[in-house]
């Protein structure tokens, strides 16, 4: 059987009581990841643009706008709230593929089940099977496809929302397949965009490519039935190399999404073990930005390809530089999303500091990994060498943590009580006769 059917038959035949615990304990903490991320990203100028652009095309009010008052069409819905869980660059994160597959998950999920009441161990379960398969194809054509330019959560991402969708509308093989085949045929998303409010807009494409995808083909719309592995399909079109055996081995028994991880800073994942150093060294050393002359990084080659944005102007692009998220951090001992507004990147100490931050490429250090060393204005040296950073698989949040960056971010919109209460909805997921409720739950009256 070819990969697409092999997948599709996973999908739709693999016996949900068979996933383990803490593969199902993941997912509930992806959708509390997810969750706090949109509900931070619900007043960004990314989603206000997107949503004003896009309002007089706006559907019956079937499904929330996460962080706000709004009702909107699904598939609005789901491109809505997928800008909005990406825009802060704070949401989860596969290591192996650097995909976020929470995004295009749970934004077309969820939208469909305030659209379609959906029981909540199916939604769970749905949850599982899309970040899953999203995780398995990116393997199947990463790391070549990511370098030559894609951005593999847009490219991916429909088939993870695909397949989600596809499991809780109980689509038969065939139909999977062919909703697997029409997310191939949309998939995009280019690296360039990478610093501008494109890079959100492909989880949010992606989340409503893949639910309508499925929705066609459950009305029988049709597709390649090897979209994926055909010499004219997906990964070949995609990527120079692939390595489509990924995509199916140890299906049911091997768990991709064990491996997703949460991130504690609001900036592209490889600064994360440079930030991790340079807190580490304020906090045991107590001094003030004003006494550094000197930032010295060694990183991982990504760095400095992904985050070389060595003069941001927007907070958008201080996402992207591994310059400003050091001095920021020096400067304020933060990483959070308000480090990361246009406002931040503008603060005059901060750029001060910027200018004396020297970053150099070191064979042999992974990605999650840096040396940092400051070099102070009385003479002291300073070094701290990050072997895993935080969030890591090696070193990862847990369930506390997750949770308080859920509060910390929903205080952006919503009062204590709510943020608890949309937080309680989103933990009992599982339990819901209906999973809808996690919608209503993180609407609020903006």
Known sequence: MDTTETLATFITSFDGAKIPEAVRAIAVRSLVNWAGCALGGARHPALLNAMTAMRPFVGAPQASVIGRSDRVDALNAALFNGISSHVLDFDDTHMATLVHPSGPVLSALLALAEYQPIDGNTFVEAIVFGIEVECRIALGVCPAHYDIGWHVTGTVGGFGAAAAVGRALKLDAKQMAWALGIAATQAAGLREVFGTMCKSLHPGRAAQSGLSAALMAQSGFTSSLRAIEAPRGFAKVLSTEQHLEKTTEGLGTVWHTLENSFKPYACGLVIHPIIDGCLSLRQQHQFSSDDVKQIDLKVHPLVLELTGKSAPTTGLEGKFSVQHSAAIVTHEG???????????????????????VQVAIEPGLRVDEAKVTMTLQDGRVLYHHVIHALGSIERPMNDEQVDAKFMDLASNVMTPDQANQALAACRAVGQASDAGVVGRALSVGL
Do not use: M
């Open 334 to 356: 933060k990483s959070q999303a308000r480090q990361y507004s246009d406002a931040a990147v503008q603060i005059p100490a901060v750029n001060t500091l910027r200018s004396k």
